[in-house]
Nanobody, 128 residues
Framework: QLQLVESGGGLVQPGRSLRLSCTAS???????IGWFRQAPGKEREGISC????????EYAETVKGRFTISRDDAENTVYLRMTNLKPEDTAVYYC??????????????????????WGRGTQVTVPS
């Protein structure tokens, strides 16, 4: 089972930026990786996905233009660069992998059920 570890969360003022990392002990090169978040009292939502070998990216409307997903397969890491953060971005952020060979976001979308390996999350807090 692929193990994922998120890092980079914290307390950040509105309008500032933060970069989250999702790291594995084995290569992520062949898998689509998604970022999800869950705010207090709300359901978990998919916010971004990057296909295997950086073949494509998707973003939820709530983060499009502010968040950027990228991957460094040499470092077994996927990043989520978050800019112009807002209080409504406060949530626990999770990364997850779709373990189908050469998986693509065009197949997974941002659907939680398409991702089988999950990290434990990292908290991002943007005070109002």
């Amino acid at each position: 089972q692929l193990q994922l570890v998120e890092s980079g969360g914290g307390l950040v003022q509105p309008g500032r930026s933060l970069r989250l990392s999702c790291t594995a002990s084995v290569t992520l090169e062949y898998y689509a990786i998604g970022w999800f978040r869950q705010a207090p009292g709300k359901e978990r939502e998919g916010i971004s996905c990057i296909s295997s070998r950086s073949g494509g990216k998707e973003y939820a409307e709530t983060v499009k233009g502010r968040f950027t997903i990228s991957r460094d397969d040499a470092e077994n890491t996927v990043y989520l660069r978050m800019t112009n953060l807002k209080p409504e971005d406060t949530a626990v952020y999770y990364c997850a992998a779709n373990l189908a060979w050469l998986s693509s976001c065009s197949d997974t979308g941002l659907r939680e059920r398409e991702f089988s390996s999950w990290g434990r999350g990292t908290q991002v807090t943007v005070p109002s």
